[in-house]
């Protein structure tokens, strides 16, 4: 199934939401910056279409399916922010463009890079343990 990038957003806040506790439409709509007539449609289309569940409370609840996507789009997001400081960018630029690119790239594309990203950060890792030795 094909997302778009604002569901991927409202999908992986409430990932994250649920990581600290309950999540109701309002925190999603303060997290993003969003009208709450906006949040709650969206909502309504996740629950129709089996992304989201909301309980009695009124919290909401991903459903398998709709954790896959949040997660596969949380995993782009930190791999490419860590990438991009890696490299040297800013942690403010490098978030910024990694919410921009976890929506675009390809699974096949992002694949390799995080064959690479993982190669890359283990070279630096024994860099900086061999470093650490090096010291005492």
């Known amino acids: 199934m094909k997302i778009q990038e604002s569901a991927e957003n409202y999908l992986e806040a409430i990932l994250l939401g649920e990581r600290q506790g309950n999540v109701r ?49 949380y995993e782009r997001h930190e791999l490419l922010t860590r990438y991009f400081v890696a490299l040297g960018v800013s942690e403010h630029t490098a978030a910024e463009d990694a919410c921009r690119i976890e929506h675009v790239i390809s699974q ?19 860099r900086e343990q061999e470093q650490a030795k090096e010291q005492q």
């Open 25 to 73: 439409s309002i925190d999603v709509a303060n997290e993003l910056g969003f009208s709450k007539p906006s949040v709650s449609y969206a909502m309504k289309q996740f629950r129709e279409n089996g992304l989201v569940i909301m309980d009695d409370n009124s919290y909401l609840h991903l459903t398998d399916a709709g954790r896959a996507i949040a997660e596969r789009t």
């Open 108 to 126: 096949e594309t992002f694949s390799k890079l995080k064959e690479h990203a993982e190669k890359m950060m283990a070279l630096q890792a024994k």
